[in-house]
């Protein structure tokens, strides 16, 4: 099964990105975790980043038509993008929101999100392992 793995603006940064915050794998690393978890699982994973909010709405509406589930990390749109929380609400097949870090230990502008309330679950600061947990949720 396709399967999105979506992840938003400054992520293409890890392993420079304040890395006392979110660790030193980078973004590739990631990206080869969760294709390798996703060939374990069966699932055949399509990993991305952008920077730019457009083009993740598009990914969204892309999944939606045609029932991908999604892994989707939307960084700080997470907490200020309406648009893509309204991108969420049309998926069909299940979507987890995953964090690297623990945004509930974090300021409080980062507690809220347009997401969660989308999703089947939100994994939240347990790093990469999150993103490989949110694909064996999809697999099952
Ligand atoms: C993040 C947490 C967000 O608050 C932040 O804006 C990010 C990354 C995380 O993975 O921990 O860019 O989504």
């Known amino acids: 099964m396709k399967t999105l793995v979506l992840n938003g603006p400054?992520?293409?940064r890890l392993g420079k990105r304040e890395p006392e915050i979110y660790g030193s794998q980078t973004l590739a690393d990631l990206a080869d975790l969760c294709v390798t978890t996703g060939k374990e699982l069966g699932l055949d994973v399509d990993f991305r980043q952008t920077n730019h909010e457009g083009e993740?709405?598009?990914?969204?509406h892309e999944a939606a038509d045609n029932g991908y589930p999604v892994v989707l990390n939307a960084a700080a749109w997470t907490h200020t993008s309406i648009a893509v929380g309204d991108a969420c609400a049309q998926l069909t097949a299940p979507l987890v929101e995953v964090h690297l870090s623990n945004v509930h230990k974090r300021e409080p502008?980062?507690?809220h999100s347009y997401i969660s309330a989308y999703a089947a679950g939100v994994i939240a600061g347990l790093g990469a392992e999150g993103y490989?947990?949110?694909?064996?949720y999809i697999a099952e």
């Open 56 to 60: 993740l709405l598009e990914w969204l």
């Open 10 to 12: 400054n992520l293409d």
């Open 132 to 136: 490989a947990a949110a694909l064996r």
């Open 109 to 111: 502008f980062r507690h």
